[in-house]
């Protein structure tokens, strides 16, 4: 069996996908935009900064695995540094995501026939908002389609984001999911219906896909894997200290932030919050008045924030609508206990009160009576800590990869 992978970045998860096919000898090629040899002579004569972003372009395949389409991808990195934002707007600009999504997927759809005389190909594994254009090539090859969902399904978001909206009036411009129009909803959906296997990362995606207006394909529920556990954590219990909180991620109320904010405030003593994450490019002075009031951090390497998180005693991602949530497993992998919400991956990595904590979604109350209970009793904290180390050390990447690889195969 071959399979097509297509992706315009190739993130974690991605990368896990394309390892365990390679491994698997089913990997037919990898379609993406950039692919960077990061031990290129011309790296080293770019700015550090502008080297090191290109480096994370590289992928652990041979060359003769990897199809490219670099333009458009390029353009979008570069232009907004020289003041063309527009050229990256939301659907509209000629260099935006949803373009480069598109033009990946027309170019792969394009190339499926010549690639499948050179190879034989049985199938493509395609991610949303990239996949139409290479399905219907694919369908017309007779190859199957395969569907990855990353983030719960775009009806279910409507349909619970809009309650935030009114409970949360104050935080409603930082809901951008709303902005999506109708053309590229409607493409979801075709996505979906071309779509002979469906893959997501969590139960609740997967409950999500019950809001599809129409017959859906098969769909497995394989939750990614967690980041290496390294070395032993010493912890200090915290009894004469302010209980250190973190939070890692989009500043919007689509992760819960309102709710985190509000516990804490009334909690009032007691508490360190640490928040790390950009502000999204819209007015919200409601968060601005919040951020003033705790640590901020805007942004960090990755590395630098696995190092924050084993510095901190609880990771709090109240999220209300979230595909999985890899930030629950790398802060899990330090040994930082997470309270999250059952929106979330959490339920599938998280036994409640062992290895961490799950609360009710979009609950202020909920998650302000958990984060009491772990202050009146930090040994929990640490009991947690450790288990969630252990947890993690039994899925690690190449888990979600093979028990990926196994699932496709076998309904061959």
């Known amino acids: 069996m071959k399979i097509v992978v297509t992706h315009p970045t190739g993130n974690r998860n991605v990368r896990a996908v394309m390892s365990a096919f390679e491994e698997a000898g089913v990997l037919?090629?990898?379609?993406?935009?950039?692919?960077?040899?990061?031990?290129?002579?011309?790296?080293?004569?770019?700015?550090?900064?502008?080297?090191?972003?290109?480096?994370?372009?590289?992928?652990?395949?041979s060359s003769g695995l990897i199809r490219t389409r670099p333009m458009l991808e390029l353009l979008r990195n570069v232009l907004p540094k020289f003041g063309f934002k527009s050229a990256v707007a939301h659907e509209t600009g000629f260099a935006s995501v949803d373009k480069?999504?598109?033009?990946?997927?027309?170019a792969t759809g394009a190339i499926l026939k010549a690639e499948n005389k050179k190879q034989k190909i049985d199938a493509v594994y395609c991610y949303e908002d990239g996949a139409l254009e290479t399905f219907k090539a694919a369908k017309k090859a007779g190859m199957e389609c395969i569907y990855d969902l990353p983030i719960g399904y775009w009806r279910s978001a409507r349909l619970l984001?809009?309650?935030?909206k009114e409970r949360w009036p104050e935080w409603a411009s930082t809901l951008v999911g709303f902005r999506d129009s109708q053309s590229k909803l409607d493409r979801k959906d075709e996505e979906l219906r071309l779509a002979e296997r469906i893959f997501v990362a969590s139960s609740f995606?997967?409950?999500?896909?019950?809001?599809?207006?129409?017959?859906?394909?098969?769909?497995?529920?394989?939750?990614?894997?967690?980041?290496?556990?390294?070395?032993?954590?010493?912890?200090?219990?915290?009894?004469?200290?302010?209980?250190k909180l973190l939070f890692v991620g989009g500043l919007s109320q689509?992760?819960?932030?309102?709710?985190?904010?509000?516990?804490?405030?009334?909690?009032?003593?007691?508490?360190?919050?640490?928040?790390?994450?950009?502000k999204m490019n819209v007015e919200c002075p409601a968060l601005d008045l919040a951020l003033k009031e705790h640590h901020w951090i805007p942004s960090l390497a990755h590395h630098e924030i696995l190092e924050l998180m084993r510095g901190h005693d609880v990771f709090v991602f109240p999220s209300l609508f979230e595909g999985f949530g890899l930030v629950i497993t790398e802060a899990m992998s330090q040994g930082t206990p997470v309270i999250t919400t059952d929106r979330t991956a959490g339920p599938d990595l998280i036994t409640h009160g062992k290895d961490g904590w799950i609360i009710e979604a979009g609950s202020t109350a909920a998650l302000?009576?958990?984060?009491?209970?772990?202050?009146?009793?930090?040994?929990?904290?640490?009991?947690?800590?450790?288990?969630?180390?252990?947890?993690?050390?039994?899925?690690?990447?190449?888990?979600?990869?093979?028990?990926?690889?196994?699932?496709?195969?076998?309904?061959?």
């Open 254 to 278: 689509r992760k819960g932030i309102a709710d985190l904010f509000a516990a804490v405030k009334n909690i009032g003593k007691g508490l360190e919050l640490t928040v790390v994450g950009n």
């Open 100 to 106: 480069i999504y598109q033009d990946l997927d027309k």
């Open 205 to 243: 995606t997967a409950k999500t896909l019950g809001d599809y207006q129409g017959k859906l394909a098969p769909v497995a529920v394989i939750p990614y894997g967690f980041p290496p556990v390294k070395g032993v954590r010493e912890y200090t219990v915290a009894h004469n200290r302010p209980l």
């Open 28 to 61: 037919a090629f990898f379609s993406t935009t950039l692919s960077v040899d990061p031990d290129h002579f011309l790296l080293k004569l770019l700015p550090a900064k502008v080297s090191k972003e290109l480096a994370r372009r590289s992928y652990p395949l």
């Open 368 to 412: 302000q009576q958990q984060i009491e209970e772990l202050m009146a009793d930090p040994e929990a904290i640490v009991a947690a800590g450790k288990a969630a180390m252990e947890r993690a050390k039994l899925r690690p990447w190449e888990k979600y990869g093979e028990e990926l690889t196994r699932a496709i195969m076998k309904g061959r």
């Open 161 to 164: 984001l809009t309650a935030e």
